[in-house]
């Protein structure tokens, strides 16, 4: 075989791999463009409700987006992998936000404090005094070292040195180390295991791409156009004084109208439970009118239920088809959406 036809199956061989890689980024790209909560996230950023999602340390130093919680009811874990997956796809930049601090023996963030510490013994116990700024506190040691204060030759602010109720030393500046609770251990910084913590925005350079998939937007836009106020997701009080959460609930001279997306984990069937679920809603809420989007479709059991209950609903295998099917049932004669 001759060196040119080597060369040619060698790129073959090559081109049909990046075809089989595009394929699974494409194929795992719509199928995170489907997923209810994906959208959620992206008609945040895509109605300027979000501009960067910021975590908050919660008291065992599990970073929590609680806005996205709140709006997917996920768990903070999953909320974590989500944002990961979709920052992953480049649909979501991330960026460093913070490290957290975990015990190298127990490897365990949530039990460990800071300890302030003289450089010299290693007690806890200082006073601190306030001196003015001058050549004479030139000469007071930290670690064994001399310290100059240069920042301050320039100012005539005072400075704060400790003293050890132990030993007596005196320094500008307390050891920092950590202890965990848990183990007991201390150790110092420069041995601690650290864990990033992220922000995330979305990724303006895919903006027009992510909006054409931002299905939920077009849907909101469609009932706007009909003059609807919108909200997604909207919480709407029932007669019982309960609030109630739907994907999407709109307001126009007296109608209200509210629909729910139900999606089947990993494509399984919507059942029984989550029509029961939505029908008592409706009995608090009493919309005008109603409707329940099933992906991909109602099991059986669901199907029964919802026809027993006159519950209107439509089938979609995603969510690109749940807004066409929507579209199509809502120019239907089936709901009285009257201006």
Known sequence: MDLSCKSYLSKSRL??????????????LTELYNDLNVQLILMGFLENEISILTPVLDVDKTPRYVIVENVTHLASDEVANLLDKMAQADVLKKELFTKTVSCPKCNKPSDIYDRFECPKCGSTGMSVSTVPNSPKTMGITRDNEQVEIAEHKESHESISVYRCDNCGEIFVEPALRFSCKRCRHKFRFRDAKLRDVFSYRLNETASNELRATAYLVTI????????????????????????????????????????????????????????????????????????????????????????????????????????????????????????
């Not at 081109?15 to 795992?28: F, L």
């Not at 999606?263 to 409706?282: H, I, M, N, P």
Request: proline letters at 3%; charged letters at 25%; a positive charge.
């Open 15 to 28: 081109t049909h791999r990046d075809g089989e890689r595009a394929n699974t980024m494409g194929s795992s």
């Open 220 to 339: 909101k836009d469609m009932f706007e156009k009909k003059g609807f106020k919108t909200q997604v997701p909207s919480i709407l009080t029932g007669e019982s004084g309960t609030s109630h959460r739907f994907t999407l609930g709109g307001k126009m001279n007296g109608t209200t109208i509210v629909v729910d997306f139900v999606q089947g984990r990993q494509g399984s069937e919507v059942g029984e439970t989550d029509v029961l679920a939505f029908y008592g809603k409706l009995i608090d809420v009493q919309p005008t009118e109603s409707i329940l989007v099933a992906i991909p479709h109602l099991g059986p059991d669901g199907e029964k239920l919802a026809k027993a209950t006159r519950v209107k609903y439509v089938e979609s295998v995603n969510l690109k088809e749940a807004a066409a099917s929507l579209r199509e049932f809502i120019a239907s004669s089936q709901w009285r959406l009257h201006r």
